[in-house]
């Protein structure tokens, strides 16, 4: 009996020293650094537009820390502002292809449209993929013709020069950027005095 009480003593003992204080630090350490990676891989897919991954990212701290201010805050940003976001990361997207040369002379809207998509999918190893949709039910952009003559430009300030001189707008939607044409009476902005435009 002598033997089994020493025994259960000597196990109760052990298993206080193993939830030691310095044990519990480091298992909260632990836990405070893996949210803190998250959090950290969370806003790093938000600032590279995938929002999917950012979500899931911050329901992970949440998941340790139930009340992280921060990763709750970023998910109700995400779920609030979705089609914004994806509206800015595909006009980012766009802004980060250069298109080495530019020569169109007295071409379609369409036809200029279809070079620039074929550049930007050559330009950007078929990472982006922009989808136009022209949208021109009273023939706003019969007649209209494109000029241009540029080196090492961004896609999308070559989209708005393109845009600008057939007289239409730009719609940035979530799956395809719409081209429109302007209301009659209005006329388009000028383009950059830096740019080379020949018309």
């Known amino acids: ?8 003593i000597v196990a109760l003992v052990l298993c206080a020293c193993a939830f030691t204080p310095s044990t519990i630090c480091a298992e909260t ?3 405070a650094e893996k949210a803190r990676s998250l959090y950290q891989m969370g806003m790093v897919a938000i600032n590279e537009g995938n929002f999917d991954l950012a979500k ?3 329901k992970e701290v949440l998941k340790i820390y139930p009340n992280h201010p921060q990763a709750r805050r970023q998910l109700i940003y995400i779920s609030t502002n979705r089609n914004t976001l994806e509206i800015g990361r595909r ?14 002379d007295k071409a379609t809207l369409q036809e200029a449209l279809e070079m620039l998509a074929l ?26 013709t494109v000029t241009l ?18 007289n239409g707008n730009i719609r940035f ?25 020949v018309k």
């Open 1 to 8: 009996m002598k033997n089994r009480t020493t025994s259960t």
């Open 56 to 58: 899931t990212s911050f």
């Open 119 to 144: 550049q930007v999918e050559r330009e950007s190893n078929k990472k982006v993929l922009p989808n136009f949709i022209v949208q021109d039910p009273t023939g706003g952009f019969k007649g209209r």
């Open 91 to 104: 006009k980012a997207a766009l802004s980060k292809v250069i298109i080495p040369q530019v020569n169109l």
């Open 29 to 31: 350490d632990t836990r």
């Open 149 to 166: 003559r540029l080196s090492r430009i961004p896609a999308e300030t070559m989209l708005r020069y393109i845009v600008e001189q057939a």
């Open 173 to 197: 939607d979530n799956h395809a950027i719409v081209i429109t044409p302007r209301s009659k009476g209005t006329v388009a902005t000028p383009p950059a005095k830096d740019s080379i435009l």
